[in-house]
């Protein structure tokens, strides 16, 4: 089991930047692919970016495509998703997610296991 804690989230103005980190602990933690996901009020979970084990793989959803990116530090078993020219509409929970599966399209809610408790980011226009 992985226990996963994220970070970062915050209030800031459309068009600035933000960090969210996801530390894990448990298993060891090069064994899972990582997801980020996010949930607006009264809308439904949704695929952010995804990671391989190794990080060689990555996926984006497409409206964050561009603008966020995804990527990983296993001597520290973190996951990190820096995102850039933030919109309003990018306002929403954000969860951290991970799975042992490999080789298997990592955009999909259902095929992760461990999810963190998500971290509150909100743009203001």
């Known amino acids: 089991q992985v226990q996963l804690i994220e970070s970062g989230g915050g209030l800031v103005q459309a068009g600035g930047s933000l960090r969210l980190s996801c530390a894990a602990s448990?298993?060891?933690?090069?064994?899972?692919?990582m997801g980020w996901f996010r949930q607006a009020p009264g809308k439904e979970r949704e695929f952010v970016a995804a990671?391989?084990?190794?990080?060689?793989?990555?996926y984006y959803a497409d409206s964050v495509k561009g603008r966020f990116t995804i990527s990983r530090d296993n001597a520290k078993n973190t996951v990190y998703l820096q995102m850039n020219s933030l919109k309003p509409e990018d306002t929403a929970v954000y969860y951290c997610?991970?799975?042992?599966?490999?080789?298997?399209?990592?955009?999909?809610?259902?095929?992760?296991?461990?999810w963190g408790q998500g971290t509150q980011v909100t743009v203001s226009s």
């Open positions: 990671i391989s084990q190794s990080g060689g793989r990555t």
């Open positions: 997610a991970a799975t042992l599966l490999r080789d298997v399209v990592l955009t999909t809610r259902g095929k992760y296991r461990y």
């Open positions: 448990g298993r060891t933690f090069s064994s899972y692919a």
